[in-house]
Every structure is written in C-alpha cells, then in structure tokens.
C-alpha cells in the first residue's frame, strides 16, 4: 500500500521540492529512523514513532510527505501544543529521510 501511495506521489511535484532521496528505498527510511531517534525522540515523540509528549507517528496514513516535511521544517502551533522547526538545525536531505521514516510507519500502531 505504501508502495502504491508513494509512486502516485512521486509523479506529481511537491510543494516542498521534489525530494532529493527515494522515499522507498530500505536504506533512506533506516538513515531517518536513526535521524528521529536520536533528534525527535525522548523529549517529545517516543522512540520509532510511538507516542510521547507528541503523537504517535505510526498507523497515521492521513499525512502526506509534503506535511510530515513541512511540520519538521516549519514547525507547527496548535492550541496548547508547540513543534519546533529543525530547518537549518537539521539538514534538508535528513529531513526527508525523517519524512521516509515516517511514512514506513503507516501500517504500524
């Protein structure tokens, strides 16, 4: 399923810039496991996505890489909640393995 959602995306543009790994490859979603656990667990995720002080990041097929990449980059303000940016404090290629990361964990809880 992640194959197939993956492929329609990578034919269409994205508002973020295309990404400059594939999204797919084993090796790419390992490189931004390592990037998450060591920057983005602990203190707010929990370790490979599991909830924390933030979400759980597994099971979520609702997000799109453009989302998960721009969230990471940008930060997001909710009511009561605070996602720091990481742009310029994590490089943008490490980002969008974070993004390969994530979207791996759409068909865990």
Partial sequence: MLA??????LQTPAAAGEPPIDLNDPAQVTAGQTVFNHSCAGYCHGRDGRPGKGPSLRGRGDLTPDQIHGVIANGKRDVGKIMPAWKGQIDDEKIWQITAFILSLRDQH
């Fill in 4 to 9: 197939g959602i993956l492929g329609v995306w």
